[in-house]
């Protein structure tokens, strides 16, 4: 299974979601597939899933998708006890998981082509929904019930490692251009101010 | 620290427009958890790791809910990656509330805490973090007021750093 295909069978589905991206190729894949003004892909690893639970308790109405990596949940493993107790039920959470660290000169294997299974971790910290996915037909069965139900779900899709996002010509906008894009399309359609104070 | 003074600080955050705090407990400013709890106005998300915290504030800031971060000074030194990738990188407006434990006011200082407390403003200043110190009650609200009104004006985080009578 290919991570850009993957993308490819979830961004027709983006209404009015809000999707919070971490770091890695998933970035590049998805921000050049999706230009959605709910997207919110942050750059840095390990604090996704932290914001989309934020962003997902205080918008219980709007659905919150997180697309995570191995290494970055790895990274964030505490989020997953929290993310149990809480049971934030408009919360989707993707781990595209290809076991291992991929930058242009390294390719290292992450916990995750050993021993750990972070469906079954995720599991033990109380994500009742949480499964993994091998091929393509089973992540578009588990993507579209994520999508449609009010059911925290998380779903770990093994994906292969794959080079193409370096194809992929880099974003122009900065993150802060990037942040008002989504905070301004926020206080569009929830209606209220977002960023305080006097201009 | 004596229970008027978790009240105060409480109503000064409520005052000052804060309706979310994500906090890992530590045991100098306990106090203001039931007090939190017990309003409403907030909501609170008890985390197990400062980093977290930042980031799940983060969140409800740019969603729409003016946030806190309640926190030992520890928190800070566990945190300071996401303060500085989101908090000053991506720019995203929220409170610090910080146990200044270490610190040469601190009620409780001891080998134990005394390194930790010491660098800590050099970490917050290294992330070009502003902050406030506050040793007793004096002007507590306004300060409190003026620090979110600072995290509002230039869209990064800013600390409340708790010592003194605070830690007694």
Known sequence: ?199 | MEAQLAKRIVGGLKDAGISFVSYLPETRLSEIVPVLREDPSFMIVPVANEAEAVSISAGASLGGRPAAVYMEGSGVYVGSFNLLCLGRRLGVPMLLIVAHYGSVLDARNSFVYAMPGIHLIPILESLDIQYVIFTNGDNLETKIKGCVKMMHAIKQPVALLFSGEFTI
Not at chain 1, 42 to 51: H, N, S, T
Not at chain 1, 70 to 83: I, V
Not at chain 1, 106 to 120: F, Q, R, V, W
Request: glycine content about 10%; charged content about 20%.
């Open chain 1, 1 to 199: 299974m290919n991570r850009y295909d993957c993308f490819e069978f979830l961004v027709p589905s983006m209404t009015d979601q809000l999707v919070l991206g971490s770091l890695s190729g998933q970035r590049v894949e998805w921000g050049h597939l999706s230009g959605h003004p709910g997207n919110l892909l942050i750059a840095i690893m390990g604090a996704a899933l932290g914001m989309g639970i934020g962003l997902a308790l205080i918008l219980p109405h709007r659905k919150v998708i997180v697309l995570e990596s191995d290494g970055s949940l790895l990274l964030s493993l505490y989020n997953l006890p929290t993310l149990g107790n809480l049971n934030v039920p408009n919360l989707s959470v993707f781990v595209f998981d290809n076991e291992v660290y991929s930058g242009t000169r390294i390719s290292e294997p992450s916990a995750t082509s050993g021993k750990t299974d972070l469906a079954a971790v995720a599991r033990s910290c109380g994500i009742e929904r949480a499964t993994t996915v091998r091929d393509l037909d089973s992540y578009k069965r588990e993507a579209t019930k994520a999508l449609n139900e009010n059911v925290l779900s998380f779903v770990v899709c093994k994906v292969e490692k794959t080079t193409g996002h370096r194809q992929i010509p880099r974003p122009t906008e900065d993150l802060w251009e990037h942040k008002y894009k989504f905070v301004r399309y926020l206080e569009k359609t929830e209606g209220k101010q977002i960023f305080m104070g006097r201009g």
